[in-house]
C-alpha cells in the first residue's frame, strides 16, 4: 500500500528563501569565497569562514544560518541578511508499497521566470540507498517511451538546485548527524541512507553539464558530503561531445541509455541517435577516461514487448558492446498512463539476460520500484499530480496485463 503527503505549505524558520537572495548552496569553494568577499568579509578571514561554511553546509546539513553555532551571531546576521541556504519546498511526499519514496519539489522563481517542479526519487536496497536526481524540469529529447520525455524542457536546473535534492533527502532519511549533539559526529559511509547518487531523473545531464558537474563535485567533497565517485553515475542518452569531457572532469562513472541496438529502431525510441547515431556513441564510450574492468560502463535496456526483445537483439547487443568493459541492466518497461508500449514477460526477458550473460556481460534484471507512484525508471514526470482512482486503476491493469500480477 502506498500513500502520499502533502507537504506544501511548511512551517517553521526553513521555509523556502525568497528568491533574491543568492544561494550558498552548490558553489564551489572558490566561488563561496568570493560570495564571501562580496559582502566585506576580510580576505585574512576568507579561508576560514569558507571551511566554516562548509562543515555545517555539507556535514552537519544545516538549512537556517543561525544554526551555526561556532560563527559569531553578527556574521550570522550579515549572512541572513544577503544569503540563502534554505531547503526547496516539498509539494508532496509519495511513499511505495516497496519502500521507495517520491518527492515533488518546488523551486523559486529565477529571474522572471517562475516557480518550477521537479521529481526525486529515493530507492532504499539492502545494503545500499540509491538517490536518483534530476538536472533540468522537463527534456528535449522526447524518448518515445519515457513519461518524462512528454514534459517539454522548461529549463536547466542549478548546481544549487541539483545538490539540494540530496540534501533534503538526507534530511528526511535522517542522514545528518542529530543538530542537538554538540559535537555531530560524522555519519559513516556504511551507515548511510543514501549511499549512491544517480544523474538518471528528469532531464538529460550533459546538457547542463556545467551545472551537473559543480553539483557532484561539491556531492564528492571529502570534507563535506564525502560520496564516491564509484558511487556517482551519471546517465546519458548519448551526447557524445560530452562523454569524454564527464570522465575528464567529473570523474563518476557512466552509464548510457541504449534501449535498442539498429540505427533505425534507437532513431525511434531515443531520437538525439539520429544526431550521435551508434557508431559514434560506441567510439565516444571506448574512449572514457579511466575506462577498465573495475569502472565498467552500465547500459541500460528498457525491454519493450515485441519491439527490442527477441534474441537476435540480444546477440547484436553483444557484437555491439565487444571490447567495451560493461554491464548491462535490463530494465522492464514502466507503464505510465497514454503509453503505447507494453510491458514484458519473464520468460522473454530471461532468455535475453541468458544470452547475454553466456557471453560474459553482467546482465541483472532491475526490479521495478515504485511502479504503485509512478516512481519507475522512465515514470517522472513533475506535472503530474496525484492520479484519480480511475487513473491509478489503469495503470494497475497495464501492470497486470504485461506482467501477471500490479
Same mark, same amino acid.
Given at each position: ?61 544545516? !538549512? ?92 536547466? =536546473? ?40 544517480? &544523474? &538518471?531523473? &528528469? ?24 560520496? !564516491? ?157 496525484? &492520479? ?6 489503469? =495503470? ?11
Amino acid at each position: 500500500m502506498s500513500f502520499s503527503i502533502d507537504l506544501a505549505r511548511p512551517t517553521g524558520p526553513r521555509q523556502a528563501a525568497a528568491p533574491e537572495k543568492g544561494s550558498l548552496v552548490g558553489l564551489s569553494r572558490e566561488s563561496l569565497g568570493e560570495a564571501l568577499r562580496g559582502i566585506g568579509v576580510p580576505d585574512r578571514q576568507v579561508r576560514m569562514r569558507v571551511q566554516q561554511l562548509w562543515h555545517w553546509l555539507y556535514v552537519r546539513g544545516v !538549512s537556517d544560518f543561525s544554526d551555526m553555532a561556532n560563527v559569531s551571531k553578527d556574521m550570522r546576521a550579515e549572512l541572513a541578511r544577503h544569503f540563502t541556504i534554505a531547503r526547496p519546498e516539498i509539494v508532496e511526499e509519495q511513499i511505495s508499497a516497496d519502500g521507495t519514496r517520491k518527492w515533488l519539489f518546488r523551486f523559486p522563481p529565477r529571474g522572471a521566470g517562475r516557480p518550477v517542479e521537479i521529481e526525486t526519487v529515493y530507492i532504499p536496497e539492502e545494503g545500499r540507498g540509491t538517490l536518483c536526481i534530476s538536472s533540468q524540469v522537463g527534456c528535449t529529447l522526447t524518448c518515445s517511451f519515457c513519461h518524462t520525455g512528454t514534459q517539454k524542457l522548461v529549463r536547466n =536546473l542549478t548546481s544549487e538546485e541539483i545538490l539540494s535534492q540530496l540534501l533534503v533527502a538526507r534530511d528526511r532519511l535522517g542522514d545528518f548527524p542529530d543538530r542537538d549533539t554538540p559535537d555531530g559526529a560524522i555519519v559513516p559511509a556504511e551507515g548511510r541512507k543514501v549511499s549512491n547518487i544517480v &544523474m &538518471m531523473g &528528469m532531464g538529460e545531464p550533459l546538457y547542463n553539464f556545467d551545472n551537473v558537474k559543480q553539483a557532484l563535485l561539491v556531492a564528492a567533497d571529502g570534507d563535506g558530503l564525502s560520496l !564516491s565517485k564509484r558511487r556517482i553515475t551519471l546517465s546519458t542518452s548519448g551526447v557524445v561531445p560530452e562523454i569524454t569531457r564527464t570522465g575528464e572532469e567529473i570523474g563518476v562513472m557512466l552509464a548510457i541509455s541504449l534501449h535498442a541496438v539498429r540505427d533505425d529502431l534507437r532513431d525511434m525510441l531515443v531520437p538525439i541517435n539520429k544526431k550521435y547515431p551508434l557508431k559514434e556513441l560506441m567510439e565516444a564510450c571506448r574512449r572514457y577516461p579511466g575506462l577498465s574492468n573495475a569502472r565498467r560502463i552500465t547500459f541500460e535496456y528498457v525491454m519493450l514487448k515485441d519491439v527490442n526483445d527477441s534474441l537476435a537483439d540480444a546477440k547484436e547487443l553483444v557484437r555491439l558492446l565487444r571490447g567495451i568493459p560493461a554491464k548491462i541492466n535490463l530494465i522492464p518497461f514502466n507503464p505510465w498512463p497514454g503509453t503505447n508500449y507494453q510491458c514484458w514477460d519473464w520468460e522473454t526477458i530471461e532468455t535475453f539476460a541468458d544470452y547475454v550473460n553466456s557471453a560474459g556481460y553482467a546482465s541483472p534484471i532491475r526490479t521495478p520500484r515504485g511502479r504503485d507512484i509512478l516512481a519507475a525508471c522512465g515514470q517522472l514526470k513533475s506535472e503530474s499530480e496525484r &492520479m484519480r482512482k480511475s487513473e491509478r486503476l489503469a =495503470l494497475e491493469a497495464m501492470m497486470i496485463a504485461g506482467h501477471g500480477e500490479a
